[in-house]
C-alpha cells in the first residue's frame, strides 16, 4: 500500500514539474522579449511611424527667435490707502514691443510712467487683494500702455515685481 502511494505522489510531482518549467520559461522569454523590443525601439532600429522618413544625418532646424526687444519699466512704489493689510506696493515691469519700435516706447517712458502710477494709485483695495488681482490690473495697465505708445508698439506686459508690503 505504501508503495503504490509512494508512486501515486512521484506521478504527480512529475505532473507539476514540467508545467512550472514552462511557465518560469515563458516568463523569462516575455522579460527578455520586452528588453530587446524597447532596445530596437528606442535605439531606432525598429521604426515607427514618420520617424522612418526622418534623416537621422540632419541637424534639426535652429529655432527662430522672434524679433521683439524688451523695454524696461522702473520700479513703482505706491502707497496704499490706511484700510490696506499692507502699507506698500512695489511693481516693476517690461514691455515687449517689436524691435523697430523700442526707441520710440523708450523716448515715452516718461508717460508710461505716469499713466501707471496714476492707475495704481487709483485702485481700492480690493482691487489690489482681491482674487485674480494681478491679472486684471496687468490687462488694464497693458491697455493703458497702447493708448500711450499706439496701436501695434506693444505686444505684451511683463510683471517682474508686484510686492504687497
Not at 488694464?140 to 501695434?152: A, D, Q, T
Amino acid at each position: 500500500m505504501a508503495a503504490a502511494e509512494q508512486m501515486e505522489s512521484d506521478a504527480n510531482v512529475s505532473d507539476r514539474s514540467p508545467s512550472k518549467i514552462w511557465l518560469i520559461l515563458s516568463v523569462l522569454l516575455c522579460v527578455v522579449g520586452g528588453a530587446a523590443g524597447y532596445f530596437g525601439v528606442s535605439s531606432g532600429l525598429v521604426p515607427f511611424g514618420a520617424s522612418e522618413t526622418r534623416d537621422r544625418s540632419a541637424a534639426p532646424a535652429p529655432v527662430e527667435r522672434p524679433n521683439v526687444a524688451f523695454v524696461d519699466i522702473p520700479t513703482l512704489v505706491i502707497t496704499l490707502p490706511p484700510e490696506a493689510q499692507n502699507e506698500h506696493l512695489r511693481f516693476a515691469g517690461q514691455i515687449e514691443v517689436p524691435s523697430k519700435y523700442k526707441s520710440d516706447v523708450e523716448y515715452l517712458m516718461p508717460r508710461i510712467q505716469d499713466m501707471m502710477n496714476g492707475y495704481l494709485r487709483a485702485l481700492t483695495v480690493e482691487d489690489i487683494e482681491g482674487p485674480g488681482a494681478l491679472f486684471k490690473i496687468r490687462l488694464h495697465m497693458f491697455r493703458r500702455i497702447i493708448m500711450v505708445v499706439g496701436l501695434g508698439k506693444a505686444n505684451s506686459l511683463l510683471v517682474t515685481e508686484f510686492i504687497l508690503k
